[in-house]
C-alpha cells in the first residue's frame, strides 16, 4: 500500500459515524497490523455486501433479499405493524426480541424545514400496507424528538378510525437517576404517570 491508499483508506473511514479522522487513523492502523486477522476478510465481507446488499421491497429493511425475513416470515403475519424513522431503530427493536409482528421503515421523519414531506418518505406506502396487509395496529416506535412526533401525528390524521394505532411508552428509562435526565424525559414520565 503506498501511503496515498492509506490516506484515503483513512479519509473514508472517517466519513463513518462516530469515526473521526484521529479514530480513523487508529483504525487503520490496527487493521494494517492484523492484515490477515482483520483486514483482508473485512475487505471480503464489505465486498460481498456492496454486491448484495438491498432494500427490501416491502418494508425497507436491509438485507441481502428483495423481500427481508421478517417480512417473508408468516409467523410474523400478527396483524401488527410497527413503524420506525430507519432501519437502525428496527435493528434495535430486533435485538430486544420482544415485539413478533412486521415492520415499516420511514426513511426520516418530517421536516418542512428540511423541505422532507410525507411523499419523501415511505407514508404512501405505509398506508397502502395497512389496507393490503389487513394491520389491525400500528405501532408508532418514533424518536421523541420534534420530527418524530411531527410525523406521529401526521400519520395517525392519515389513518385515524382506520386501525387501532400506539406509541411506545416514554418516561423514565429502567435503571435511570432522575438527576440525570433531561426536562423533556421527566415531563413524559410524569405526564404518563400509572398507578401502582
Known amino acids: 500500500m503506498s501511503n496515498n491508499e492509506i490516506e484515503n483508506l483513512i479519509e473514508l473511514m472517517a ?9 480513523a487513523r487508529r483504525a487503520v492502523l490496527h ?13 471480503d465481507a464489505m465486498q460481498a455486501v456492496a454486491v ?17 425475513d421478517i417480512c417473508s416470515n408468516e409467523k410474523r403475519a400478527t396483524g401488527e405493524l410497527c413503524v420506525v424513522e430507519d432501519v437502525s431503530d428496527l435493528w434495535a427493536m430486533e ?39 389487513h394491520i389491525s395496529e400500528v405501532i408508532l416506535a ?6 418524530g412526533q411531527t410525523t406521529a401525528h401526521y400519520i395517525a390524521d392519515q389513518l385515524e378510525e382506520r ?11 429502567i435503571g435511570g437517576e432522575l438527576d440525570y435526565l433531561d ?11 400509572k398507578a401502582l
Open 142 to 147: 418514533l424518536n421523541a424528538t420534534v420530527d
Open 95 to 133: 435485538r430486544a426480541n420482544v415485539f413478533r409482528g412486521r415492520y415499516h421503515v420511514l426513511g426520516g421523519t418530517l421536516s418542512p424545514l428540511d423541505g422532507v414531506g410525507p411523499e419523501d418518505l415511505s407514508i404512501p406506502r405505509l398506508l397502502d400496507r395497512v389496507e393490503s396487509e
Open 31 to 43: 487493521l494494517i497490523r492484523k492484515r490477515a486477522l482483520l483486514l483482508t476478510p473485512l475487505s
Open 163 to 173: 386501525v387501532c394505532l400506539t406509541s411506545l411508552a416514554q418516561g423514565v428509562p
Open 15 to 23: 466519513k463513518l459515524p462516530g469515526l473521526g479522522p484521529r479514530s
Open 183 to 193: 426536562e423533556g424525559t421527566i415531563g413524559a414520565a410524569l405526564t404518563a404517570r
Open 52 to 68: 448484495t446488499a438491498r432494500e427490501c421491497l416491502n418494508c425497507g429493511n436491509v438485507g441481502t433479499t428483495e423481500i427481508c
